[in-house]
C-alpha cells in the first residue's frame, strides 16, 4: 500500500526567502508525481506534474525534483512572496496491474506554508 | 477550456439524512475521481471511474456510500445514512486516458457539514 509523507507540516518564513517542501513514498513504481496548492476554502490546482522518468519539473518560481529510486520529490520554491501561503500536496499515481498510468493517486497530508511581509 | 464542475458548494444536514453530490468533468475526461478531504488532512481516495466502469472502490464505506457515473460523463455521489464523521469536503478530479497525459485536475468541492 502506497503511503505518501510530506515534511514539514507547517512552515512560516519571510517573505522573499527561498524554501524547500519535502515529500517522500513508500513504493516507487509509481507512474508519476504531482505538485498541487490548496487555499483554504478552495480546491487544489495543479502546480507540477513529473513523469517517473523524469528529474525535474520548472514552472516559474517553483521547481520539482524526483528521485524515484530513494522515494522523494522536493517542491522548490524562490524568492518566496505573501501570495505564496497555502497548503501544498504531493501525490503519486501508482501503476496498475498492467503498468498503465490507471493507478489511483495517493496524496500526502501536505505542507502549510506561510510566508509574512 | 472549462474545469471540473461540482455542486452544491456547501452543505448542511442532520445525521442519518442524505445527500447527493454531482461532478461535470472536463470534457473527453476518460478518468474520474471523488476524494474525501477531512479536515486537517489530504484528500482519500473514495472511488475511481475509467469511463463508466469501477477502477477502485476499495476506500468507499458501500455501507453508505454509493456512486454512479452515468454514459461515462457526469458522477453522482451518495451517502445514506450521513454520519457526524462524513463532515468533509468532497472532491471530484478528472484526467485523461492514459494516451494523452494523467495529470488530474480537481474542482472546487462540495464542503459538507453534518449535525
Known amino acids: 500500500k502506497q503511503e505518501v509523507t510530506q515534511i514539514p507540516a507547517a512552515l512560516s518564513v519571510p517573505e522573499g526567502e527561498n524554501l524547500v517542501l519535502n515529500c517522500s513514498f513508500t513504493?516507487?513504481?509509481?507512474?508519476?508525481l504531482q505538485w498541487f496548492r490548496q487555499d483554504p476554502g478552495k480546491g487544489l490546482t495543479s502546480l507540477l506534474l513529473?513523469?517517473?522518468?523524469?528529474r525535474e519539473q520548472t514552472s516559474g518560481r517553483l521547481n520539482a525534483s524526483l528521485d524515484k529510486s530513494s522515494g522523494r520529490s522536493t517542491l522548490y520554491i524562490a524568492a518566496s512572496q505573501p501570495g505564496d501561503s497555502a497548503t501544498y500536496l504531493c501525490a503519486v499515481r501508482g501503476l496498475n496491474a498492467g503498468g498503465t498510468s490507471y493507478g489511483k493517486l495517493t496524496f500526502g497530508q501536505g505542507t502549510i506554508l506561510t510566508v509574512h511581509p | 477550456e472549462a474545469g471540473v464542475a461540482q455542486s452544491p458548494r456547501y452543505k448542511i444536514i442532520e445525521k442519518r439524512q442524505s445527500v447527493a453530490f454531482w461532478c461535470n468533468p472536463i470534457s473527453g475526461h476518460a478518468t474520474l475521481y471523488w476524494y474525501q478531504q477531512i479536515l486537517g488532512q489530504g484528500p482519500k481516495l473514495l472511488i475511481q471511474f475509467q469511463n463508466n466502469g469501477v477502477v477502485d472502490d476499495s476506500q468507499l464505506p458501500k455501507d453508505r456510500f454509493s456512486a454512479e457515473r452515468l454514459k461515462g460523463v457526469d458522477s453522482t455521489l451518495k451517502i445514506q445514512p450521513a454520519k457526524l464523521e462524513d463532515s468533509a469536503v468532497y472532491l471530484c478530479?478528472?484526467?485523461?486516458?492514459?494516451?494523452?497525459?494523467?495529470?488530474?485536475?480537481f474542482g472546487q468541492g462540495t464542503r459538507l457539514t453534518v449535525v
Open positions: 513529473i513523469q517517473s522518468s523524469q
Open positions: 513504493d516507487s513504481a509509481i507512474y508519476n
Open positions: 478530479a478528472s484526467s485523461p486516458g492514459r494516451r494523452v497525459g494523467t495529470e488530474a485536475f
